[in-house]
Structure formats: structure tokens, C-alpha cells
């Protein structure tokens, strides 16, 4: 049988990783700079991390919701401490784009109403209603189009804001803390204040995707902390579980619950849970929160020497570093030939810098080092 062939892949096969590095079958060694979307985020192989789970696998890996599970709300109390949301609720779910869906979902519960607002550049997933609000129409087919109404407008312009949010058929906007895939654009905080003030003014859902912007890596433990704002809901995913499947919401307690309004066979799973709890006691025990704001401006300030960046996006560990020119050649020659992973984006001139938000400042500047070589080598051909 063969596999239904839709990821373009590099012919490297890693079997073994710790820390920030990876090594293939040939035992190569590689500097992991995008772990995997953003998704490992206490480091490979953690010794926190993979005794939690040996620990629990030996009780019980999984039983569905139909019964009690501490585990849940141990993690529950553990993000209501870090992430400042403490009278906020938990859903747990499995993916990002199953946390979207359910956010979308509790929107049109609450105001009955079904209209979204989302913005150009915008990636929430490949579900239902996550990919209709994702601005990325080559992944949205037939039957997913027109079935969920929506307007994408522009990040940052506020003529457009006012103008869209001026009706009462809407019940949500959905924007990410940091895009991701769009190419590492932000709100400003000019802009996001304006959004959650207007959006309270018409009651209407503010949903923040921060499902590769959450978890420490933005520097704050949810990007849009930098600008001091609430979010209706917000939606986690990606380092969560440092590579195992765990997504979930945080949701304002002024959303009504009843039972069987949402619901998941695997979400918040005992071994899920065992994975999310590890990384969010080892966020806070290793301070990786304050190490990513710190280690994201050394090496912003070693970029910002370099002639050939045009500019340098986001905020931590979540990174792009943007050229005048297609990105895609200098990602392959740091893969090829200094054996470093970085990330493509939307944006072809843009390269994604999604480490672990462990990693050190001996560890991470040899990428500047390694920039220089391609750029210059580039230069002379």
C-alpha cells in the first residue's frame, strides 16, 4: 500500500533527538530551529516529559469522557496559575483545528448568531468551519465553501474594523496572536485594544488562535499579553504537549455549558493529560517563558547586523526573518549543508524560527553564523 502522497518531504529520515537536536540514520547530527510547526516546546526527549509518560502508560493510557479523569483537572488548575485565566473553563480536545472548530462552535451557541470576522493571512486549520475562516483557499474544497459566512479583512486596519463590525449579524472574530503560516504578521496593541473594546461594545466573541503563539513562546505565556488584553476564548495547541496530541480551550465563564453541547473521543486523554502536565510544570520550573523573550532579542539583535534581512518579525521564539528575495533556496542550504531545520511560510521570502524555547545562546547563534555563509555564498554565484 502506498501513502496518499500530499506532504512534499526532504529525503532525511531522523531517528533519535534530544534537546534542540536531531539526528538521522546516518547519525547527522541537526540544530531542530522549527520544531516541527513550533510543536516541541520544553525540548526533545525531555527527561520530565518522558518519565510522566512511562509513569502513566503503566497505570492507564486511555478511558473515554464517560468517566472521571483527575488528570484533567490537575492540568486545569496548572494552566489557571500560568496563564492568568484562572476564572476561565477547560475543554480538551486533540488538535488546533478541532480547538477552533469547538471555539467557532461556542460562539454561534452563545449569540446565535453564525458570521464570522477573520483576517487576510489567516491559517486556523483544515476542519469544517476552521478552514473557512482560513485565509488559504487552495486547502478549502467545495463543500466547505460558502457554508460558514465570513469576511477577512485587513490586520491593522481599523477603517476596515469599524466598517465590518457594524452590523448585528456577527458572532465571533477569529485572529492568531502571532499568524503563523501568513508569515509572522501581528496586530499591534493599538489595534488589538481597539478589537476587544469593540467586541465587548457589541457582544460579540473574541476568539484568539494562539495555538503556535501560546505556551511561553511569544516571551508572555499567550501572545496577546503583550497588549494586556482578555480574549473570549483562546485556543491552545502546538507545544502543549511537546509532540503529543494535545489542543483545548479556555473559555469566558459567561458561555453556558450543558452537557453534550461539545465533545471528543480521545480529548483529554490520561496520557495527554500526563504530557500537558510535565510541560506546563516544566515551563514554569525552567522559567522557558522568560528564557524564550530572552534568547528571541540576542538573537533578533545578531540578525539585525546582517545587510541582506529586510526585517525581522514576532516577538520570543516565534521568528521570521524576512528577505527581498524567495526564502526557500537559503532554507535548503541551511538544511543541506549546515544541518539546521528552520520553516517556509505563506510568504515566500520569509523563513519561520520556531525552536525550543530551552535552547541556549551558545546553541542558537550559530544560525546568524551559518545566514552569513549562505547569503554570501549565494552572493558570489
Known amino acids: 500500500m502506498k501513502m496518499f502522497d500530499v506532504y512534499p518531504r526532504y529525503p532525511i529520515n531522523i531517528v533519535k533527538s534530544k534537546g534542540v537536536y536531531l539526528w538521522d540514520d546516518k547519525d547527522q547530527k541537526y540544530l531542530d530551529l522549527y520544531g516541527g510547526h513550533g510543536v516541541i516546546s520544553i525540548g526533545h526527549a525531555h527527561p520530565a516529559y518522558l518519565s510522566a509518560i512511562q509513569k502513566q502508560i503503566k497505570k492507564i493510557g486511555f478511558y473515554s469522557n464517560s468517566i472521571e479523569i483527575p488528570l484533567q483537572q490537575e492540568f486545569a488548575d496548572l494552566l489557571s496559575d500560568l496563564s492568568s485565566y484562572d476564572s476561565y473553563r477547560l475543554f480538551l480536545c486533540n488538535s488546533g483545528s478541532e480547538a477552533n472548530e469547538n471555539a467557532l462552535k461556542l460562539a454561534s451557541f452563545h449569540s446565535g448568531k453564525k458570521k464570522v470576522i477573520a483576517f487576510k493571512n489567516s491559517f486556523h486549520g483544515r476542519t469544517s468551519a476552521s478552514v473557512n475562516v482560513t485565509n488559504q483557499p487552495n486547502i478549502s474544497a467545495p463543500i466547505n465553501k460558502e457554508q460558514f459566512p465570513v469576511d477577512f479583512i485587513e490586520l491593522n486596519n481599523e477603517i476596515q474594523l469599524f466598517d465590518k463590525l457594524n452590523t448585528d449579524d456577527i458572532c465571533a472574530v477569529i485572529i492568531e496572536g502571532i499568524q503563523g503560516v501568513g508569515g509572522l504578521d501581528m496586530a499591534s496593541e493599538t489595534y488589538l485594544k481597539l478589537l476587544s473594546n469593540l467586541c465587548i461594545e457589541k457582544g460579540i466573541v473574541l476568539i484568539i488562535d494562539e495555538i503556535q503563539s501560546g505556551f511561553g513562546r511569544s516571551g508572555k505565556f499567550f501572545a496577546h499579553q503583550h ?127 520556531l525552536p525550543p524555547l530551552s535552547i541556549t545562546y551558545e546553541e542558537i547563534k550559530v544560525f546568524p553564523e551559518a545566514l552569513k555563509s549562505v547569503l554570501k555564498s549565494m552572493k558570489q554565484e
Open 227 to 353: 497588549t494586556g488584553i482578555k480574549a473570549d476564548i483562546i485556543t491552545m495547541a502546538k507545544g502543549m504537549g511537546n509532540g503529543f496530541p494535545v489542543a483545548g480551550l479556555l473559555i469566558n465563564p459567561a458561555i453556558k455549558v450543558k452537557h453534550g453541547m461539545l465533545g471528543t473521543t480521545f480529548g483529554g486523554n490520561h496520557l495527554a493529560c500526563a504530557a500537558g502536565i510535565s510541560v506546563v510544570k516544566t515551563l514554569r520550573k525552567e522559567k522557558l517563558i522568560e528564557n524564550a523573550e530572552k534568547i528571541g532579542k540576542l538573537l533578533v539583535n545578531e540578525l539585525k547586523k546582517i545587510p541582506s534581512i529586510k526585517q525581522i518579525k514576532g516577538k520570543g521564539l516565534m521568528l521570521g526573518v524576512e528577505f527581498e528575495f524567495a526564502a526557500k533556496p537559503i532554507l535548503e542550504r541551511l538544511l543541506i549543508e549546515h544541518h539546521i531545520f528552520t520553516g517556509s511560510s505563506a510568504n515566500p521570502n520569509l523563513l519561520r524560527i
